[in-house]
């Protein structure tokens, strides 16, 4: 694009930019309003993108939801350290989340539209890509990953429980009652 059409006001033709801008527009409405509610033509207005480049850039709604997705913190600073301390540092992830609602609106609206089936599928994918593969890949000896699988299904029942009874603030005895969970479902 021209000088002249910068300076009239027209978006310079940027992919990476507009790319941005899409993924902000498309996480600020499934933060506000949820998956379901959301149409492409939507996020492509608050973004001022063309509504196909949505698709050219993410393939669809659920792609975009999964990109989106990918920007959420992971638990990936949980496995810097020793291996041993492991379940005592997933005790304390969990109990955090015990306590409060998730920061986070894309979690929010990751948890109100879980039954949708696109969402299902991409937040089966992403529980994989980001919770139960790297606890696996920390895993020494036989059953890795039904070991992972019981971790897992410790934090996705904390969520489940916080859901429908509210926050609560965890004991240091809850704590140590987690870590020993932990311990049970990771041991070799």
């Not at 002249?4 to 499934?30: H, K, S, W, Y």
């Not at 608050?46 to 850039?57: F, I, K, S």
């Not at 920007?71 to 291996?83: I, K, M, Q, V």
């Not at 696109?118 to 696996?136: D, K, M, S």
């Amino acid at each position: 694009m021209d000088a002249q059409a910068t300076e009239a006001g027209a978006r310079p033709r940027d992919r990476e930019a507009t790319r941005e801008r899409i993924l902000q527009a498309a996480r600020t409405l499934f933060g506000e309003h949820g998956y379901e509610t959301v149409t492409v033509r939507m996020i492509a207005a608050a973004a001022e993108a063309n509504v196909a480049l949505v698709g050219r850039y993410f393939g669809s709604k659920a792609g975009l939801f999964d990109a989106v997705l990918q920007g959420e913190p992971t638990l990936g600073n949980l496995f810097e350290g020793d291996a041993e301390a492991l379940p005592r540092r997933l005790a304390e992830y969990a109990a955090e989340r015990m306590r409060r609602p998730p920061d986070s609106p894309i979690l929010r609206a990751l948890e109100r539209s879980a039954a949708h089936p696109e969402v299902r599928a991409v937040a089966r994918e992403r529980l994989i890509t980001a919770v139960l593969n790297p606890i696996v890949e920390h895993l020494d000896g036989p059953d890795a990953l039904v070991r992972a699988r019981m971790a897992t299904a410790v934090f996705l029942g904390i969520g489940a429980t916080r859901r429908r009874l509210g926050p609560q603030e965890p004991t240091p005895a809850d704590v140590d009652r987690l870590t020993a969970v932990f311990e049970a479902c990771l041991a070799g």
